[in-house]
């Protein structure tokens, strides 16, 4: 299995500015994937974070808005940038099991962002 | 585009059999999983099923059909603690990154 250790828990942020979502696994893995969390809503995938290369970004989702870094194998950011009310949500990052394709993913505990 | 469908909420009495219904439109199927997710906490996996059948895993067990686009997550002697929303993922094409339904969230009471 894979621990991940993600922080802040929570924030209340101010609109305008920006916070930056840190997640550390304590094994290499080849991708981490951050989601989004509305309300009563299904977890969302924003992107794709590739050790080496640019974060694949979803539908709906830019790297302006949502810039990733992704500087080794067990480490990963996620900034929520010029934030409105409408970011308010819970941020999740994950990782696949190093065992391969089809086993599970491992979730982080997430980030609740209220932005007020 | 990805269509999974999962009833929004259910509720059932401590020592009860539910079952939790999950139906999927999908391109290129690789298998569907089933997540816990308690308020406030990260989603936990509890099951993966790629081939046709009944897979059983204690008091839980996740059931899939391909030809039908269906699978069913079965939960016997409900505890107090079930209560949580239940997630319905599909693994399609060549992503192989989970797509996630709405969520069940089940109540179970006294």
């Known amino acids: 299995s894979a621990v991940i250790s993600q922080k802040p828990s929570r924030d209340i942020c101010q609109r305008g500015t920006s916070l930056t979502i840190q997640c550390q696994v304590d094994?290499?893995?080849?991708?981490m994937f951050w989601y989004r969390q509305q309300p009563g809503q299904s977890l969302t995938l924003i992107a794709t974070?590739?050790?080496?290369?640019?974060?694949?970004?979803e539908s709906g989702f830019v790297i302006d808005k949502f810039p990733i870094s992704r500087p080794n194998l067990t480490f990963s950011t996620l900034t929520v940038s010029n934030m409105s009310p409408e970011d308010s949500s819970i941020y999740l990052c994950?990782?696949?099991?190093?065992?391969?394709?089809?086993?599970?993913?491992?979730f982080g505990q997430g980030t609740r962002l209220t932005v007020v | 585009g990805q269509n999974i469908d999962q009833p929004t909420e259910m509720t059932a009495t401590e020592g009860a059999i539910v079952q939790i219904n999950c139906t999927y439109q999908?391109?290129?199927?690789?298998?569907l999983f089933w997540y816990q997710q308690h308020a406030g906490e990260a989603p936990t996996f509890l099951s993966y099923?790629?081939?046709?059948g009944l897979e059983e895993k204690g008091r839980f067990s996740s059931f899939l059909s391909r030809s039908k686009g269906y699978s069913y997550l079965l939960l016997k002697e409900l505890q107090m603690k079930d209560s949580a929303s239940y997630l319905c993922?599909?693994?399609?094409?060549?992503?192989?990154?989970?797509?996630f339904g709405r969520g069940t969230s089940l109540i179970v009471h006294p």
């Open positions: 999908t391109s290129g199927f690789n298998g």
């Open positions: 994950s990782v696949e099991d190093p065992r391969g394709v089809g086993t599970e993913a491992f």
């Open positions: 993922a599909v693994v399609t094409g060549g992503s192989y990154i989970p797509t």
């Open positions: 099923n790629v081939l046709d």
């Open positions: 094994s290499q893995v080849t991708m």
């Open positions: 974070a590739n050790q080496g290369s640019e974060a694949t970004y």
